[in-house]
């Protein structure tokens, strides 16, 4: 039986007879408040994830291997997420260096949270593609790993991601994603 839907805090809603579009105000404990006017709910959907929300859908949504990286919501706005990946030594290659699966885990995982603050809640997807560009090693120090959307159409989306070191802010690996929307 698949989970129950992990809603973000915002419904919106379109009258098709009328062409008008009205967003209703709901209240959720993790999220506060959401307005009703439409430049507020529109800028409140796209920045509405809460930790909670996140920690709820990535135990709902991931398998457990993914989960046992402990990937944290940093921060979320516009088009983009940015989750924490914590240096552990199981997931560190020799000389302390973060494993570049790990890296392409969290990655793919973080987007699936930037598509999932694009919709407003969590929608079927699966990766077609991921082009993964490793620029150096990630030594002590946790990652910070940025997904920003690009495109999203009805069938596929499309997105960038970021990996840098939380202390010193080098980047250290690129991607770009390609989503099928199931």
């Not at 105000?25 to 800028?43: D, I, L, M, N, Y």
């Not at 930037?114 to 993964?132: D, I, S, Y």
């Not at 980047?171 to 770009?176: D, E, F, G, N, P």
């Amino acid at each position: 039986m698949p989970p129950a839907p992990v809603q973000l805090g915002i419904t919106i809603t379109q009258s098709v007879a009328r062409g008008k579009t009205s967003f209703k105000k709901r209240e959720w404990p993790a999220c506060g408040s959401v307005t009703s006017t439409k430049q507020q709910a529109v800028s409140a959907k796209l920045v509405i994830m809460s930790p909670q929300i996140f920690d709820d859908a990535l135990s709902a949504y991931f398998a457990p291997w993914v989960q046992a990286l402990q990937l944290r919501l940093e921060s979320c706005e516009a088009g983009s997420v940015i989750v924490r990946l914590p240096q552990q030594d199981q997931l560190s290659r020799v000389g302390g260096m973060v494993c570049g699966q790990a890296m392409m885990a969290a990655a793919d995982t973080c987007m699936v949270f930037a598509l999932m603050q694009h919709w407003g809640e969590f929608r079927p997807c699966t990766t077609v593609q991921m082009n993964t560009s490793f620029l150096k090693p990630l030594s002590a120090q946790d990652a910070l790993v940025e997904a920003r959307l690009v495109r999203v159409g009805k069938s596929l989306a499309f997105g960038e991601i970021d990996i840098r070191g939380a202390i010193d802010g080098k980047s250290v690996c690129r991607a770009t994603t390609t989503y099928a929307l199931l």
